[in-house]
């Protein structure tokens, strides 16, 4: 449990997160990395994309990152420190903030668990990480050497089917995740800027989602017609199943 005046700050820190910057040290450092941000629902398959990009080398790397949510069995092992979601455990994360020394931070709109990460979190050659929509603003005004932007996408039957085996409809935290799928979708749908990619993981395609990836990181685009219909059919069942 957190006091009011812990939910407060936390509130004020999460509309200021789009316009947070780092110290001019971090920044200076930053100048030199790059970051891949993967954003979607849950269970669209981010994880999958990158854990297969990172085994497969080549300097893909997943970033170190910490969080004030409970752990959970699918975390990938060593990607979180976790602190505690109450008054202490979120004090050194909010001092951080406040004094700006942290590189970035996330604030669930719905739970209010904190996510975040230090620059020293970020030494690969391409950095990983899946990012909540309502971030992705703040990185792209943060300065990295390049920000790309992928928004995952798969069937609607396809994730339906691992979405209910996540969440089942007796999960206290289901219908917290379809308003924030929803909200993901349309944020993504939005989205004109280049540097906002969107891939498909479809069951057993894995492989061909990555290699898409890689195609945009050299330099090349991809076609994006079938992903955006299948997006706007995503949606449709996502809204379905909030009404």
């Not at 959970?72 to 979180?80: H, K, L, V």
């Not at 903030?97 to 230090?118: C, D, K, R």
């Not at 999960?171 to 924030?180: I, K, N």
């Not at 890689?214 to 076609?223: A, D, F, L, P, Y």
């Amino acid at each position: 449990m957190i006091s009011r005046e812990t939910e407060e700050l936390l509130r004020r820190l999460l509309a200021e997160q789009p316009t947070y910057k780092p110290t001019r040290a971090v920044l200076e450092q930053l100048k030199h990395i790059t970051m891949l941000s993967f954003v979607g629902a849950s269970s669209m398959g981010k994880t999958t994309i990158m854990e297969l990009l990172a085994k497969n080398g080549a300097g893909y790397g997943i970033t170190k990152n910490f969080t004030s949510r409970p752990p959970r069995a699918e975390d990938t092992p060593n990607r979180y420190v976790y602190f505690e979601h109450s008054d202490a455990g979120l004090k050194p994360i909010l001092d951080r903030i406040t004094s700006h020394e942290l590189l970035q931070y996330n604030i669930h709109p719905f739970s209010l668990h904190v996510y975040g990460s230090e620059i020293e979190g970020y030494p690969h050659k391409y950095n990983m990480g899946d990012i909540f929509y309502s971030s992705i603003d703040g990185f792209r005004q943060l300065g990295f050497q390049e920000l790309h932007v992928f928004s995952v996408i798969t069937e609607p039957a396809m994730w339906l089917a691992r979405f209910d085996e996540r969440f089942p409809s007796d999960s206290p935290q289901r219908q917290a995740r379809l308003a924030e799928a929803i909200s993901s979708l349309e944020w993504s749908l939005s989205q004109t800027a280049t540097a906002h990619t969107w891939i498909i993981d479809r069951d057993g395609e894995c492989e061909m989602a990555a290699a898409d990836i890689r195609r945009v990181i050299s330099g090349q685009t991809i076609k994006q017609v079938e992903a955006r219909k299948l997006a706007d059919e995503c949606l449709a069942v996502i809204q379905g199943l909030r009404s």
